[in-house]
């Protein structure tokens, strides 16, 4: 697989994070476990585990994480969620990031496949974040190209359901849908989700 440059889409996730209010803290998000502040902590921790990853720097922030908890969410997540994500791009770009194999979630796997994985991550949650929050979304298509390229290797619709379970089963797309829209329901996403 190619590299790809994940700047984009850290940017645009970073964004979304900065403007999430305290007041939309408790809000639902279309990841069915998640509250915001949830999704918040969980994209703070995936980004620094990530960054970890690409600098092949194996240790607690690579072994598997538990969920998102609002509880964990730090006091300065406006700026250090932004800059967590700034510094994930930022080691993805560099030098024999995308080469070899590198650990992740408590497995080593390539290089190259985990950085699809966390395009998709980015994707999605931003997504997530983006419905939950009413913002705007419209990813870097290249990102979008990478997370589909993960959920076409992993997507099924026999993964297990349920609220404590952030991805799958997936779903069926329309005719005609969207490029992100299909990413989302492989992703188990329903395109059509909207805050009440």
Do not use: N
């Not at 279309?30 to 915001?36: K, S």
């Not at 980004?47 to 538990?66: I, V, W």
């Not at 026999?158 to 069926?172: E, M, N």
């Amino acid at each position: 697989m190619d590299s790809i440059d994940l700047g984009p889409v850290a940017r645009q996730l970073a964004g979304l994070v900065a403007s999430v209010s305290d007041a939309q803290h408790e809000a639902p998000t279309p990841c069915p476990q998640y509250q915001v502040a949830d999704l918040l902590e969980h994209i703070g921790t995936m980004a620094q585990a990530f960054t970890a990853a690409a600098r092949k720097q194996p240790g607690p922030l690579t072994e598997q994480q538990p969920a998102g908890d609002a509880a964990r969410l730090p006091a300065d997540w406006r700026t250090r969620i932004p800059a967590d994500l700034a510094t994930l791009a930022e080691a993805w770009s560099g030098p024999g990031a995308w080469d070899g194999d590198t650990r992740i979630a408590g497995m080593d796997s390539p290089a190259a496949m985990v950085g699809v994985t966390v395009a998709d991550e980015l994707v999605v949650h931003g997504w997530d974040l983006a419905r939950a929050t009413g913002q705007p979304y419209r990813p870097d298509p290249a990102a979008v190209g990478a997370a589909r390229s993960f959920l076409d290797l992993f997507a099924s619709p026999d993964a297990p359901p349920g609220d404590d379970v952030a991805f799958g089963p997936s779903r069926p797309s329309p005719a005609g849908a969207s490029d992100l829209d299909q990413v989302l329901a492989l992703a188990g996403r329903d395109p059509s989700w909207a805050r009440a």
